[in-house]
């Protein structure tokens, strides 16, 4: 009887061991999930496939640092064995070819060509006469075309009927935003230009290339790989240069490349550095494709868009956006 007590309290013992052994392992299994799952739709939320033609490669480092089209980001990859195919692909679209790009955080992890793209063509206006344009008078003339460049409204920016060559009407007509800062510095430049153009002023486009880094008026920090927007030229020869994304009042061409370069706050990280200095083109550049920095002089492979159908599409896309 003594016997038959022990043998089944031990089992009794036993099973209870068993079944909180087994509750416990289904307890850790569950902690182990629940403390995944942020980590794995982090990841996912983060990663990001983008058609894109790269215009710069550059090795800085143990990394190759690209521009694309798309956008003003810098993006990295960085110079290892794993990336050697990539890095090829890249390099020999550079400008010309159209690849998918895979990134995380603006770290490229895959990299394929794009074998099925549809061709889209742009329809195309014609450009204005520059021969019937003025340069700006003076500078209390500038400081109210700045002015009313940095109020972003239908005022101040009207729609703007244009014609194709091929007849169709279109219209231009999307808004600025100065403070949605991160992408976009090509359409807000091509708007301006566009406004200025429709009061009988010229304008250049202002380029800067490189690791950039902008801190805002709320000191938020903005990191580019390139960015634009106008210059103008008073009739007394001077060159100033407009960009409401930073102040509402016109700069020096160093006045502007220094605040694209600001180094204020960092600690321990590398400090941006520009690929060549800052450089005029001709305002009906969009877009610089193949940015080649040489000795003396850049060269590059210009994007157009003057019937303004980017620009519109662009602007419209981040109005309601803020960095």
Known sequence: MKKTLFTTLIW?????????????????????????EP??????????????????????????????????????IPDNKQNEEYIKKISEAIGEKRLLITSNNNSIINVQEVL???????????????????????????YQLVTALSISSVTNYPSIPLWSIQNQKLLSSGLPNFKYRVDGC??????????????????????????????????????????????????????????????NKPMTIGEWEGKCLDNRGLKGTSKPYKLSNAFTTESRNYKLLNFRNRIS????SPEYDNCYTKTTSTLNRYYNLKD
């Not at 036993?14 to 629940?34: F, G």
């Not at 010229?202 to 805002?216: D, M, Q, S, V």
């Not at 903005?222 to 960015?227: S, T």
Request: hydrophobic share 35%; with cysteine.
């Open 186 to 247: 090509y359409a807000r430049a091509h708007r301006m230009r566009q406004i200025l153009i429709y009061k009988g002023y010229k304008c250049e486009k202002i380029w800067l290339f490189g690791n950039l880094r902008a801190i805002t008026e709320e000191n938020k920090v903005i990191n580019w790989g390139w960015h634009v927007t106008i210059a103008v030229k008073l009739r007394n020869g001077k060159k100033l240069v407009i960009d409401p994304a930073f102040q």
């Open 116 to 142: 099925s793209a549809e061709r889209y063509f742009e329809p195309i206006c014609r450009e204005v006469e520059y021969s019937h344009l003025r340069d700006v008078e003076n500078e209390s003339v500038l």
């Open 297 to 300: 002089s850049v060269s590059f």
């Open 39 to 76: 980590t794995l739709s982090y990841e996912t939320h983060n990663k990001e496939k983008n058609n894109m033609i790269p215009i710069s490669i550059n090795k800085v480092g143990n990394n190759y640092h690209v521009l694309f089209d798309l956008n003003t980001s810098l993006y990295i």
């Open 12 to 36: 009794g013992i036993t099973m209870t061991l068993i079944s909180c052994n087994q509750d416990r392992d289904m307890n850790e299994t569950n902690n182990i999930n629940t403390e995944r």
